[in-house]
């Protein structure tokens, strides 16, 4: 099994910066991507950016040129920087791990407990 611990979350004001955290633990033979997703209140999860084993980084539309998602592939820790936030941008993120346990097992997307981020003056 595998864990993911995330951080960062609180509260801050519009135009103002988080940066969370997610590390992974347990079982892992390889994590094919990492990746951060977020849950308004009423609304569906969506993805917000994702990165893959390779380094392939994939951004939402509305958050590009804002948020920047790195990876410690060392440590099984992926980031996100968001910067210029907006009330918009308050949600619950969740990290996600799309993990492989040896090479014979089909990978399972792990997610995360979830931080609250809430941006308001």
């Known amino acids: 099994q595998v864990e993911l611990v995330e951080s960062g979350g609180g509260l801050v004001q519009p135009g103002g910066s988080l940066r969370l955290s997610c590390g992974a633990s347990?079982?892992?033979?390889?994590?094919?991507?990492m990746g951060w997703y977020r849950q308004a209140p009423g609304k569906q999860r969506e993805l917000v950016a994702t990165i893959s084993g390779g380094g392939s980084i994939n951004y939402a539309d509305s958050v590009k040129g804002r948020f920047t998602i790195s990876r410690d592939y060392a440590k099984n820790t992926v980031y996100l920087q968001m910067n210029s936030l907006t009330p918009e941008d308050t949600a619950v993120y969740h990290c996600n791990a799309r993990v492989r346990a040896d090479w014979t097992t089909p990978p399972y997307d792990y997610w995360g407990q979830g931080t609250q981020v809430t941006v308001s003056s």
């Open positions: 347990g079982i892992i033979f390889r994590i094919d991507a």
